[in-house]
């Protein structure tokens, strides 16, 4: 079974930095795009940044200039930097996969959740 598995978040004042990391387990052989999303309370979850597995990115406009994501295809891991943060990047960060494939055959999965709070 495939399971995503987030770590990194945290508390931190406005301008600070944090890394969050996620990392996909299980018999996989190949995983397309990886990203992050977030979901802060009472919005909906929206897309932060993806990234393909030839590494091409794409960011939400809120977040360009300060988040970086990258990924380690031999790891089956995805990073999100996330500098200058603010307060309104507080929220819950979600790692995303998809067309995982493994022994299981192709799916789509989400991590947990980890928590981003931003404040002072």
């Known amino acids: 079974q495939v399971q995503l598995v987030e770590s990194g978040g945290g508390l931190v004042q406005p301008g600070g930095s944090l890394r969050l990391s996620c990392v996909a387990s299980?018999?996989?052989?190949?995983?397309?795009?990886m990203g992050w999303y977030r979901q802060a309370p009472g919005k909906q979850r929206e897309l932060v940044a993806t990234v393909t597995s030839g590494g091409s990115t794409n960011y939400a406009d809120s977040v360009k200039g300060r988040f970086t994501i990258s990924r380690d295809n031999a790891k089956n891991t995805v990073y999100l930097q996330m500098n200058s943060l603010k307060p309104e990047d507080t929220a819950v960060y979600y790692c995303y996969a998809e067309h995982v494939l493994g022994v299981a055959g192709t799916g789509d999965f989400w991590g947990q959740g980890t928590q981003v709070t931003v404040s002072s």
């Open positions: 299980g018999r996989i052989f190949t995983i397309g795009a």
